[in-house]
Nanobody, 117 residues
Framework: VQLQASGGGLVQPGGSLRLSCAAS????????MGWYRQAPGKQRELVAT???????NSADSVKGRFTISRDNAKNMVYLQMNSLKPEDTAVYYC????????????WGQGTLVTVSS
């Protein structure tokens, strides 16, 4: 399984970015895809996840600003980030969890999002 994330960059406070992640390999139809982030000096934290059935989970800090979506036919997951704040600055990682013979976690390479004026 490989995850390829893209879409990070530099944006001013209040701006928007859209992250994309493409999954390839043995994805299996039942899975969870999502985004985590890690700011400098902090632990990696959940941003938002979405099951293949459409159920979502997101951090309180991003609710109302970030929207996760996915295209199951293309094995893609997206993160639309609006009203960005400096505290959203982090490396964002795409994540996939499958359930074949147990739980399997896969990570993308990370994409840097910097929110600064």
């Amino acid at each position: 399984v490989q995850l390829q994330a893209s879409g990070g960059g530099l944006v001013q406070p209040g701006g928007s970015l859209r992250l994309s992640c493409a999954a390839s390999g043995n994805i299996f139809s039942s899975n969870v895809m999502g985004w985590y982030r890690q700011a400098p000096g902090k632990q990696r934290e959940l941003v938002a996840t979405m099951t293949s059935g459409g159920n979502t989970n997101s951090a309180d800090s991003v609710k109302g600003r970030f929207t996760i979506s996915r295209d199951n036919a293309k094995n893609m997951v997206y993160l639309q980030m609006n009203s960005l704040k400096p505290e959203d600055t982090a490396v964002y990682y795409c994540h996939l969890r499958t359930f074949w013979r147990g739980t399997n976690d896969y990570w993308g390479q990370g994409t840097l999002v910097t929110v600064s004026s």
